[in-house]
């Protein structure tokens, strides 16, 4: 009986963590968004990494936009580090966007970071496959 227990126990624990990462259904457009402009931020964060971008609208207004990424982990593979986008940076990103218009988009299936001289310098995954691995994945940081 006590085995029955801890078992139990084991399973409801185990399963809360796994459905404990959210998932994107119904949240993001499954279209691409492309958009380019000027980083004001990188952030390497746990559980997610964020760019922040500076992008002229149609009217030549500036509109802030924000890019989710992987963690640092991840990144590390594409030889990321703090200074690879710095404040001033020209870049491209496509990525999947909230579907309530906000100006925030997901990096992960299709996306894409490049800059402005057209080196891809991040590759999301594509669709039901795992994460690539980066130019940097088991060869250490540059």
């Known amino acids: 009986?006590?085995?029955?227990?801890?078992?139990?126990?084991?399973?409801?624990?185990?399963?809360?963590?796994?459905?404990?990462?959210?998932?994107?259904?119904?949240?993001?457009?499954?279209?691409?968004?492309?958009?380019?402009?000027?980083?004001?931020?990188?952030?390497?964060?746990?559980?997610?990494?964020?760019?922040?971008?500076?992008?002229k609208d149609a009217g030549g207004r500036s509109l802030r936009w924000r890019g989710e990424l992987g963690s640092p982990a991840v990144l590390k593979g594409w030889c990321w580090t703090n200074t690879t986008l710095k404040a001033g940076n020209k870049i491209t990103m496509r990525g999947r966007r909230l579907?309530?218009?906000?100006?925030?988009?997901?990096?992960?299936?299709?996306?894409r970071v490049i800059d402005a001289s057209g080196k891809e310098l991040f590759r999301g995954n594509e669709p039901g496959q795992p994460d690539p691995p980066g130019p940097c994945a088991g060869r250490g940081q540059r």
């Open 99 to 111: 579907k309530n218009g906000q100006p925030f988009m997901t990096l992960s299936e299709q996306a």
């Open 1 to 55: 009986m006590g085995r029955c227990l801890t078992l139990g126990a084991m399973l409801v624990l185990i399963g809360g963590t796994a459905f404990a990462h959210h998932g994107d259904a119904g949240r993001y457009e499954e279209t691409l968004t492309t958009v380019s402009g000027t980083v004001i931020e990188l952030q390497l964060i746990n559980p997610h990494s964020f760019i922040v971008l500076d992008v």
